[in-house]
């Protein structure tokens, strides 16, 4: 297991840019996902990233956001372009083991062993 931090969320008008990260020790040696949850909703699916050339999409942020890793400082990043206020949602990380290379795997909440606390993104109209 892994402690996990992200940070970057704030308020942002919509069609604004935001870049969250997601630190913790061993992070760099993990699968790292995205999850987002919005009040009254299911945690859903956002972005994976196995290796740096290897990552996944929801098809509702496909195009405007972007997941990348530096591993030498054990980051993963996610920046969000053209943001929508349905995107508002807290957003969390989460790592996995990154043997497995079916996307489905990574677009699964119960793929990852170690969760962060979230960041609150609030995007206004």
């Known amino acids: 297991q892994v402690q996990l931090v992200e940070t970057g969320g704030g308020l942002v008008q919509a069609g604004g840019s935001l870049r969250l990260s997601c630190a913790g020790s061993g992070v760099g040696s993990y699968a790292v996902g995205w999850f987002r949850q919005a009040p009254g909703k299911e945690r859903e699916f956002v972005a994976a990233?196995?290796?740096?050339?290897?990552?996944f999409y929801a098809g509702s942020v496909k195009g405007r956001f972007t997941i990348s890793r530096d591993n030498a400082k054990n980051t993963v990043y996610l920046q969000m372009n053209s943001l929508r206020p349905e995107d508002t949602a807290v957003y969390y990380c989460?790592?996995?083991?990154?043997?497995?290379?079916?996307?489905?795997?990574?677009?699964?909440?119960?793929?990852?062993?170690?969760w962060g606390q979230g960041t609150q993104v609030t995007v206004s109209s």
């Open positions: 990233i196995r290796f740096s050339s290897n990552t």
């Open positions: 989460a790592a996995g083991e990154q043997f497995y290379s079916s996307s489905a795997y990574y677009r699964d909440r119960g793929s990852y062993h170690s």
